[in-house]
């Protein structure tokens, strides 16, 4: 199994805060993108609404908990933190995610809400023969 490196972010199991949402802020997934042979970045927006103005959420800032596991059930998160979505970013969350080669499962959290399971994996060392 392989082990995480580095996270923007010190990994943490704590129960976030209430927060107060129309609904599901995850309806519009997650993705992940720009890797390296180190990691990738993961992302996702809330917008419980996305039609609504600001998505449907409050002009609150919300704290949004990233998780990384070697499994998509994260019986162990390998890496992990907190990211804050702010109004001005419209409510967007950018996480890098410092990991080993491999596939990775990744998720957020927001109150109550899970977001859908992404899986990604970092670029090839520029070293590392590829398969054509």
């Known amino acids: 199994m392989p082990a995480a490196v ?3 972010s010190a990994a943490t199991t704590t129960t976030l805060a209430p927060v107060e949402l129309a609904g599901n802020p995850f309806t519009l997934g997650v993705a992940s993108g720009d890797p390296d ?3 990738v970045v993961l992302w996702t ?3 419980p609404d996305p039609l609504a103005v600001g998505g449907g959420m409050p002009t609150d800032d919300v704290p949004v908990l990233w ?3 070697a499994t998509d059930d ?3 998160i390998a890496s992990g933190g907190t990211e804050l979505a702010t109004a001005g970013r419209g409510h967007s ?3 890098i995610a410092g990991l080993e080669q491999g596939e990775w499962f990744y998720r957020f959290r927001v109150g109550q809400y899970t977001s859908p399971v992404g899986s990604t994996r970092p670029a090839p060392a ?3 023969p590829v398969a054509q």
Do not use: I, Q, Y
């Open 45 to 47: 927006r809330l917008a």
């Open 93 to 95: 969350v950018h996480a």
């Open 126 to 128: 520029a070293d590392t």
């Open 6 to 8: 580095t996270t923007t």
């Open 37 to 39: 042979a180190d990691g």
């Open 67 to 69: 998780e990384v596991s």
């Open 74 to 76: 994260f019986a162990e």
